[in-house]
C-alpha cells in the first residue's frame, strides 16, 4: 500500500468503536485470514519452547542423552499426527511444510512408476503447489489432464472416472480448496482410483485439523499436512505415504544422510515438529465442537452481510465447504479497495501464495465468474480465536464500508 493509499483509507475511516476482543475490551486489529496462516495455539508454544534450549539436541544424534531427547519427541509427535488421520506413524514423513510435500508426493511418484505410465491427474482449482509441480513434469514427458470444476466448485467424478487410463499413474485433488473452502468428494474419489488401481494424493492442507479425515476410509496413498494451518508454527509440515497391502514407493527429492527412512534428508527442525504434533492433538481432541462454532459464525457472519447489502454473491458451495470459510463477491466494488477501507481487519481478496499477482484468482475463474466479479471478491477465514463479537464488528464495517463506496462511485 502506498503512502497516499494509507493517508486516504485513514482519512475516510467513519467514526465506529474499535474491535473488540474476548473480554469486550478495545484491541487494534482482528484477525480474520486464517487460511492464509494461524496463530501459534499457546499450548504449542509452550510445547515447543524447551527444545529451542535445554532440549536443543539434533533428533539423529544416537550417542547421547540430547539426542535421544529430541528423537523421543520427534517420534511423539510422529504418532500425534498419524493419529489425527488414521495413519500408523511409520507412514509419516516431516517436511518443511505442504508445498514441499505436494513436491515430494507428486514428483516422486512421477519418478518411481514412470515405467508403468506418465498420466497425472488433477484439477484447475488445485493449490500452486500441486499446479506448478505438475507443470514441471509436463517439460519432463508427462501427460497431465487439469478437471474442471462446476460453479459450484467441485469436480465431476463421472468425468475423473472416464479420464483414468492404463497409463495413469496419480490422481491429486485438494480435499479442501485454500480460497473457497469446497470440500471436494476425497471418499468416492479414493474409492474410485482403488477401484482402478490408481495412486490418490491429497493436499489436506486446509482440511486437516477442521473436519475428520482417514486415510483408511478415505483410500488415501498420500496427503499433505501444514502445520501452520493449525494453529502450528509456520516451516513444519508432514506428508502420509501409505504402507497398507502395496506401500507405496517414492523416490525422494532432497538427498543427503537419508533421515525419514530416505524420504526427505536433513536435519529436523526438532521444535516445529513438537509443534505440529501438539497442534494435530489439540485438534483431535476440539475439532467436533470448534467445527461447530465456526460453522455458527460463518453463518451468522453470511446473514448479517447478505441481509443488508445487495448485489453479494457466495462464490462455491455452502454445503460443502469448510466450517470457518466465507468467499464473496461484491458487485460494483474492487476488493483491494475494500480491503484498504477496513485496515483494521485482517482479510483476502485472494490466496496468500498468489499475493503479487494482480491478475483475479484462477480458482474464481475455474468457476465461471468473469473477471469482474472475481476481482470484488473477499476471503473471510474465521478460526478459533475468533469471538462473536468480532464477527458483529467485520459485518458492520463491510456494510456500511461496501455501502459507501457504491454511493461515492454512483456521484
Same mark, same amino acid.
Given at each position: 500500500?502506498?503512502?497516499?493509499?494509507?493517508?486516504?483509507?485513514?482519512?475516510?475511516?467513519?467514526?465506529?468503536?474499535?474491535?473488540?476482543?474476548? $473480554?469486550?475490551?478495545?484491541?487494534?486489529?482482528?484477525?480474520?485470514?486464517?487460511?492464509a496462516t494461524t496463530p501459534v495455539d499457546p499450548r504449542v508454544l509452550e510445547?515447543?519452547?524447551?527444545?529451542?534450549?535445554?532440549?536443543?539436541?539434533?533428533?539423529?544424534?544416537?550417542?547421547?542423552?540430547?539426542?535421544?531427547?529430541?528423537?523421543?519427541?520427534?517420534?511423539?509427535?510422529?504418532?500425534?499426527?498419524?493419529?489425527?488421520?488414521?495413519?500408523?506413524?511409520?507412514?509419516?514423513?516431516?517436511?518443511?511444510?505442504?508445498?514441499?510435500?505436494? $513436491?515430494?508426493?507428486?514428483?516422486?511418484?512421477?519418478?518411481?512408476?514412470?515405467?508403468?505410465?506418465?498420466?497425472?491427474?488433477?484439477?484447475?482449482?488445485?493449490?500452486?503447489?500441486?499446479?506448478?509441480?505438475?507443470?514441471?513434469?509436463?517439460?519432463?514427458?508427462?501427460?497431465?489432464?487439469?478437471?474442471? +470444476?462446476?460453479?459450484?466448485?467441485?469436480?465431476?467424478?463421472?468425468?475423473?472416472?472416464?479420464?483414468?487410463?492404463?497409463?495413469?499413474?496419480? +490422481?491429486?485433488?485438494?480435499?479442501?480448496?485454500?480460497?473457497?473452502?469446497?470440500?471436494?468428494?476425497?471418499?468416492?474419489?479414493?474409492?474410485?482410483?482403488?477401484?482402478?488401481?490408481?495412486?490418490?494424493?491429497?493436499?489436506?492442507?486446509?482440511?486437516?485439523?477442521?473436519?475428520?479425515?482417514? +486415510?483408511?476410509?478415505?483410500?488415501?496413498?498420500?496427503?499433505?499436512? /501444514?502445520?501452520?494451518?493449525?494453529?502450528?508454527?509456520?516451516?513444519?509440515?508432514?506428508?502420509?505415504?501409505?504402507?497398507?497391502?502395496?506401500?507405496?514407493?517414492?523416490?525422494?527429492?532432497?538427498?543427503?544422510?537419508?533421515?525419514?527412512?530416505?524420504?526427505?534428508?536433513?536435519?529436523?527442525?526438532?521444535?516445529?515438529?513438537?509443534?505440529?504434533?501438539?497442534?494435530?492433538?489439540?485438534?483431535?481432541?476440539?475439532?467436533?465442537?470448534? /467445527?461447530?462454532?465456526?460453522?455458527?459464525?460463518?453463518?451468522?457472519?453470511?446473514?448479517?452481510?447478505? /441481509?443488508?447489502?445487495?448485489?453479494?454473491?457466495?462464490?462455491?458451495?455452502?454445503?460443502?465447504?469448510?466450517?470457518? $470459510?466465507?468467499?464473496?463477491?461484491?458487485?460494483?466494488?474492487?476488493?483491494?479497495?475494500?480491503?484498504?477501507?477496513?485496515?483494521?481487519?485482517?482479510?483476502?481478496?485472494?490466496?496468500?501464495?498468489?499475493?503479487?499477482?494482480?491478475?483475479?484468482?484462477?480458482?474464481?475463474?475455474?468457476?465461471?465468474?468473469?473477471?469482474?466479479?472475481?476481482?470484488?471478491?473477499?476471503?473471510?477465514?474465521?478460526?478459533?480465536?475468533?469471538?462473536?463479537?468480532?464477527?458483529?464488528?467485520?459485518?458492520?464495517?463491510?456494510?456500511?464500508?461496501?455501502?459507501?463506496?457504491?454511493?461515492?462511485?454512483?456521484?
Amino acid at each position: 500500500m502506498t503512502k497516499k493509499a494509507t493517508t486516504m483509507a485513514e482519512n475516510t475511516l467513519p467514526s465506529v468503536a474499535k474491535p473488540p476482543d474476548r $473480554n469486550g475490551e478495545v484491541k487494534p486489529s482482528i484477525y480474520m485470514d486464517n487460511h492464509a496462516t494461524t496463530p501459534v495455539d499457546p499450548r504449542v508454544l509452550e510445547e515447543m519452547l524447551p527444545y529451542f534450549s535445554e532440549k536443543f539436541g539434533n533428533a539423529a544424534s544416537h550417542s547421547h542423552s540430547f539426542g535421544w531427547v529430541a528423537e523421543e519427541a520427534v517420534e511423539t509427535a510422529r504418532r500425534r499426527t498419524a493419529k489425527l488421520i488414521g495413519a500408523r506413524p511409520e507412514e509419516i514423513v516431516f517436511t518443511s511444510g505442504a508445498t514441499e510435500s505436494d $513436491n515430494l508426493a507428486i514428483k516422486g511418484v512421477a519418478e518411481m512408476y514412470r515405467g508403468k505410465g506418465n498420466h497425472i491427474i488433477t484439477a484447475v482449482s488445485e493449490h500452486r503447489g500441486v499446479l506448478d509441480t505438475c507443470r514441471r513434469l509436463e517439460k519432463q514427458g508427462f501427460r497431465i489432464t487439469y478437471l474442471p +470444476v462446476g460453479k459450484d466448485g467441485l469436480i465431476d467424478l463421472a468425468e475423473l472416472c472416464s479420464m483414468i487410463g492404463r497409463g495413469t499413474i496419480l +490422481v491429486t485433488i485438494m480435499a479442501a480448496n485454500n480460497e473457497t473452502g469446497v470440500l471436494q468428494p476425497i471418499e468416492e474419489i479414493g474409492r474410485l482410483c482403488r477401484e482402478r488401481g490408481v495412486l490418490f494424493h491429497s493436499d489436506a492442507t486446509q482440511a486437516v485439523g477442521k473436519m475428520p479425515i482417514h +486415510v483408511r476410509s478415505h483410500s488415501l496413498d498420500l496427503l499433505s499436512i /501444514s502445520a501452520h494451518k493449525l494453529y502450528g508454527p509456520k516451516g513444519v509440515g508432514a506428508l502420509f505415504v501409505g504402507h497398507t497391502d502395496a506401500p507405496v514407493e517414492i523416490a525422494p527429492i532432497i538427498d543427503g544422510g537419508g533421515h525419514e527412512r530416505g524420504m526427505r534428508s536433513g536435519t529436523l527442525n526438532v521444535p516445529g515438529i513438537v509443534g505440529l504434533g501438539k497442534a494435530c492433538a489439540l485438534a483431535g481432541e476440539e475439532m467436533p465442537q470448534e /467445527s461447530c462454532r465456526l460453522a455458527g459464525l460463518r453463518n451468522r457472519l453470511r446473514d448479517k452481510i447478505l /441481509s443488508r447489502l445487495e448485489g453479494v454473491s457466495i462464490n462455491g458451495s455452502m454445503e460443502h465447504r469448510l466450517p470457518g $470459510n466465507l468467499n464473496l463477491s461484491f458487485a460494483a466494488i474492487e476488493g483491494e479497495s475494500l480491503l484498504m477501507g477496513i485496515p483494521e481487519i485482517a482479510l483476502s481478496s485472494g490466496a496468500a501464495c498468489n499475493a503479487t499477482s494482480p491478475e483475479p484468482s484462477y480458482v474464481l475463474r475455474a468457476l465461471g465468474i468473469g473477471d469482474d466479479l472475481a476481482q470484488s471478491s473477499i476471503r473471510f477465514g474465521l478460526g478459533r480465536f475468533n469471538t462473536e463479537a468480532e464477527v458483529d464488528y467485520v459485518a458492520g464495517r463491510v456494510i456500511e464500508t461496501v455501502a459507501r463506496m457504491r454511493q461515492l462511485s454512483a456521484t
